[in-house]
């Protein structure tokens, strides 16, 4: 195998990586708000982004609505989900001492909506195809396909967009308060429930992005659901809890340990070796491995 | 007096179940299996229980103890390791359940002494997918995802299976009884409350959770072992499915987390509730299983152990 090796196919397994890993990092950040504010740990969404990829593949094959356009209709929604799910489901359940409740509540949430995209969409995999699909640049003989240059700028972006809400807005500022402090930021006049309702519906409406991305890039069939939240979760961690950019940088680190991992040892234990990684950083570095020590 | 009659209670149920194939032949009944699962799901919940319930440390791998449990059976039985050979060996079964111990007391170490709450459920889960991708990937031992079939000629009646079951569940309900009565107890629950203040109080922390731990993942694998002995084949699907993860943490919070009777009732209500399930609405039951576990957890925290002490109060 090392004799193919060249130049080129390490930056092509590089750029792979990065590609495939900043999807991972924009459904990080989702996790990292509803984390960040409520200490829950949103186990459901990975298959609420792949629900939005079943809205995108249905606005496109039956409205025929092009995938990138579906965003208008995909963000408002999936933030109305969002403030929905936290009123419905979460709002008692996340004023509690214990956590299980929570994190329970999400399980059953997953299961849910992962049966039910079983019985409307049917276990068979989906893909979009477009007329942009098949696109390729090749910048210095990298293939860098065009939907997925496009994943990458919605995630740069969504990534810099919800920066600048928690740095310049004073809700942004209620919700990193809350994230450090929640009980001093109640005292200081903050309602939990708004500070609450805003990270969920974030959280969901970067989920709805992801999904998205998720609908024009990969096929996805309703089980991938649960294995892209634990992805999210190994980045959440590799970035540090509550650390909105080091999600990012987490989700594209794990992009490219699997894409390296799986061409050097073998597709089948890509899996343990990034798990392996997940354990080792949070045992030795549980603040993540860009945030400074607190 | 409270303690007498709970007693005589517990007495009369379990004669009941002793009656139970006098009175109704288990192997054509769907009673026979349905009793039979009950009994594996109050065996693995019930350590569950322990790890989560009483100590307060959500582990998620309780599934990979149950398939390492199922896989020594399988393996043992198939190279005639113990040189016993038969069915339904307790021997076999005993390492079963130590295999997995094994496994609790080297991954326990190191996150049990490091991580807390969330991160320790998190790091466990991790765990939980190390596993699956070794015995997936675990060459002609395992035999990959086609896994190992052992001879099912043997199988001649249900009856065996019940009353090992029953056996085993009773048993696995002594030894939470007896642990959570005993002063190692005391020590689990002070954990639970506060770990810092049980560690101030003189109390090993670290010692106690991966003695709950294990002894978790002694339950979970021996009733891995009872239902491999069922099953005679063992593969990752269906062994490591993470079903064995979820419905007994479900059981557990269902019937009342914390509890000797909780994950015995939970498990005769979602074994009961999963089977009509299957009979009556084969492709959408899993949805009304989720949406059960939310609405249980957001009206009913405590579980249905819980609703029985709504009820008494209001009377």
Known sequence: MLEYLTFGLVLQLLVNGILFGTMYGIAAIGLSLIYGTMRIIFLAHGAIIVFFAYICYWLFTLLHIDPYLSLILVIPASLLLGSGFYAGLFKEAAALEDKNISLLIAVGLM???????????????????????????????????????????????????????????????????????????????????????????????????????????????????????????????????????????????????????????????????????????????????????? | MKDKSSIILAVLVLMAFVAIPFLIDVDTSYIGFFLFLSFCYIIISQGWNLVAGYTGQISLCQNAFFGLGAYTTALIWLHDITKTGYYFDPVVMAISGLVPVILAILIGLPLLSRLRGDYFALGTLGVQFIIQVVFLKGGDFTRGADGLHLPSTVFTSMKPYYWAGLFLALFATAVIYFITRSRIGLALRAIMEDEISAAAHGIHVLKYKIFAFAVGAFLAGISGSLFAYYLFHINPDSVLNLNWLFYPILICVLGGNGTIVGPIIGSFFITALFSLGIVYMAQTHPIVSGVLIILVMKFMPTGLIGLKDKILSRG
Do not use: C
């Open chain 1, 111 to 294: 299961y849910l909506v992962e049966q039910l995209m079983l019985v409307v969409w049917k276990a068979n995999p989906r893909s979009i195809s477009t007329i942009y699909t098949a696109i390729v640049f090749r910048p210095l003989g990298i293939n860098i396909p065009f939907t997925r240059l496009i994943a990458l700028v919605m995630a740069v972006l969504s990534a810099f967009g919800v920066l600048f809400f928690l740095k310049k807005t004073l809700i942004g500022t209620a919700v990193r308060a809350a994230s450090e402090d929640m009980e001093s930021a109640t005292l200081m006049g903050i309602n939990p429930h708004w500070v609450n309702v805003v990270a969920f519906a974030i959280g969901i409406g970067l989920g709805g992005i992801a999904g998205v991305g998720l609908a024009t890039v990969y096929s996805f069939d309703p089980g991938y659901g649960f294995i892209f939240a634990i992805k999210a979760l190994i980045a959440l961690a590799f970035g540090g809890m509550g650390n909105v950019f080091g999600a990012l940088l987490g989700g594209i680190l794990l992009g490219l340990l699997e894409s390296l991992s799986s061409f050097f040892i073998g597709a089948g234990w890509a899996d343990a070796i990034t798990y392996g990684v997940f354990l080792l950083v949070l045992t030795f570095r549980p603040q993540g491995l860009f945030g400074g020590s607190t």
